[in-house]
């Protein structure tokens, strides 16, 4: 990315620091904003249909206070947004506005009515996205190493969770927000301008699984067919950027580049967790990010702090000469524009009127092919789908997610444990069978102490159906002993056993648990009914330390010498046998 490296040697770069949860819109309209979530109101990737109750695509009709082009518009900047997260209906600004429904990443084919402003654009921005979207087989040849007949084959299905037809859609969206970002800037020079791309997120969550270096859990095949994804497609979004910084060299602009959160990369990603998976694709997603400014007025170097995203707006407004609302939580980068005074503040969110074009509905079909691409990223599950109660009020509701996600922020950023106590009720009210809600709450009364309540909330959870409940378990009790309350991770275990009778590894820790306790007859019953079929190491040798203590030198020997038929590779057991087989005395632990 020579680009990038240029933009950042020659500009004023920080790390960015975003806050729980790592969701697009809320953080993207956070940065928009400079509001907090529970301000903004935008809170998940959906919202309810107030007169039918189905879950619809979130929209700008849910946010709450003006957006910084609202802000600039009504001080007489000219201004321009292009694809930014929520903006649906399209808004009524100085200039040119071109919603999140028109780029085809998770609206394919939808219509441009009411997602342009002014509506004159409509046809050109139509023609611009059919002649743009398609992408051959021989320019998908260039990222993916799989022959003519298996990129055909590949895209016949048509299937999001088939990584051709992924990349298709992906370097097929980037390319039609591109050009029609380019032509308008181009066409109307705006004061200011916000573009968003969404590839370079919706890359790394199909992709980074199979990027070098390789993982454990990947394939060699996929490696070879995908390794060289993403780093091609970020070369593709640095020739992008290239273009962007040329006109902002022409222009005399300031070029303000960031992310709305990070991603894993390199050795640090997790392993086993599919960036896809609804349950684990969050996990691929770190708060830092990157920020960098360059161009006019810019003080070349590197900040000693982070700045964050409610920073973006007030910076917005200072680089402007416009005021910022007290609303606004973040402040001017000081160190990126030295010879910029911050912005005067006042009451600007209540003079800024936010006027959204006429629309159309969202179609019963449109609400479930964005929804489909939500769940083959790994957003949401198909639960989160259903439809609730419809609240017969103006504005679109909220849905179980967004109160749960409301929660989120006020536990882990706000630590108001009240409030965030209250939000997660909220969700149950919306669905009471709503499990990631109830583990949250779990989670918020072992931060308060209550571990009684906690694990209540904690069994609700896992009995309404949240994900790996053997591994949330499994990790909740180690957490419970590392913290001194061995009784509590025992009764925790020995549930889990009891409901979870198949599970190794629940058992295992159970059997630990007990020995650490000096309970070596508890311990061998934990795992007793897995000593006959395990190949596991860990289980075997357990079974051996615990045969040991209770005084049976012979059978677990015999339990050693299985383990090393199965893994010869243990030196620890090998040592272990040795000393078993030439000194009986060593069979028993005092």
């Not at 691929?284 to 810019?298: I, L």
């Not at 700045?307 to 001017?332: C, E, H, Q, W």
């Not at 190949?535 to 045969?547: C, G, I, K, V, W």
């Not at 010869?568 to 272990?576: C, R, T, W």
Request: proline share 6%; with cysteine; net charge neutral.
């Amino acid at each position: 990315m020579p680009n990038f490296r240029r933009l950042a040697a020659e500009g004023h770069s920080a790390t960015l620091t975003a806050f729980a949860p790592l969701i697009s819109p809320i953080l993207w309209t956070s940065a928009a904003t400079g509001a907090a979530p529970d301000v903004h109101g935008v809170l998940d990737f959906q919202e309810v249909d107030p007169k039918t109750g189905q879950k619809v695509p979130i929209s700008g009709s849910t946010r709450q206070v003006p957006a910084i082009w609202n802000v600039a518009s009504a001080a007489g900047r000219k201004v321009g947004v292009v694809g930014w997260w929520a903006t649906h209906p399209a808004e009524e600004v100085n200039g040119f506005f071109v919603s999140d429904r028109v780029t085809p990443l998770l609206f394919p084919r939808a219509s441009t009515s009411g997602a342009v402003y002014p509506v004159s654009l409509a046809e050109g921005i139509e023609r611009a996205r059919s002649r743009q979207e398609a992408i051959s087989d021989t320019e998908l040849a260039q990222y993916v190493r799989l022959s003519a007949e298996e990129i055909a084959r590949a895209r016949v299905t048509g299937h999001r969770e088939t990584p051709a037809v992924a990349l298709a859609e992906i370097l097929g969206a980037t390319r039609v927000a591109q050009r029609i970002a380019r032509d308008l800037y181009d066409r109307n020079l705006p004061d200011l301008f916000l573009f968003y791309l969404a590839g370079t997120d919706e890359i790394g969550h199909v992709f980074a699984q199979y990027t070098p270096p390789k993982l454990l859990c990947a394939s060699e095949e996929d490696l070879a067919r995908y390794g060289e994804v993403v780093a091609k497609y970020y070369g593709l979004v640095d020739r992008l950027l290239g273009q962007w910084m040329r006109r902002a060299e022409e222009d005399g602009a300031t070029l303000l580049v960031h992310s709305d959160h990070g991603f894993h990369w390199g050795a640090g990603r997790p392993c086993g967790l599919p960036s896809e998976g609804w349950n684990t694709a969050a996990f691929w997603h770190r708060p830092e990010g990157v920020f960098v400014a360059w161009g006019a007025r810019v003080g070349p170097g590197r900040s000693p702090k982070p700045v964050t995203l409610f920073d973006m707006a007030p910076t917005v407004a200072a680089l402007l000469g416009i005021a910022a609302d007290p609303g606004m939580r973040g402040g001017l980068l000081r160190s990126a524009f030295p010879g910029v005074p911050p912005p005067a503040r006042q009451d600007v969110f209540s003079r800024a009127a936010v006027r959204r074009v006429a629309a159309q509905p969202v179609t019963e079909a449109e609400a479930a092919e964005y929804a489909r691409k939500l769940m083959a990223l790994g957003y949401i599950s198909g639960a989160e789908t259903r439809a609730v109660a419809a609240t017969g009020e103006d504005r679109p509701g909220r849905t179980e997610g967004a109160w749960n996600n409301l929660g989120i922020y006020l536990r882990e950023t706000r630590r108001d444990f009240a409030r965030a106590a209250e939000a997660f009720r909220k969700a149950l009210e919306v669905r009471p069978d709503y499990p990631t809600a109830m583990f949250n709450l779990a989670i918020l009364d072992r931060l308060r102490g209550d571990h009684a309540a906690a694990e209540q909330w904690l069994l609700r959870a896992l009995e309404s159906g949240f994900p790996d409940p053997e591994g949330t378990l499994l990790g909740w009790a180690v957490e419970d002993l590392g913290k001194g309350r061995v009784a509590a991770s025992e009764k925790l275990l020995s549930w889990g056993v009891a409901r979870y009778p198949a599970s190794e590894k629940l058992a295992q820790q159970l059997a630990f648990v007990r020995f650490q306790r000096k309970d070596c007859r508890g311990a061998r019953e934990a795992l007793a009914v897995f000593e006959n079929r395990s190949r596991e190491p860990d289980t075997l040798n357990s079974l051996a330390l615990y045969e040991s203590c209770l005084g049976d030198r012979q059978k677990a020997i015999r339990l050693l010498e299985r383990s090393l038929a199965a893994h010869p590779d243990q030196p620890g057991v090998i040592d272990s046998l040795g000393r078993l087989r030439a000194d009986p005395g060593s069979s028993k632990q005092e």
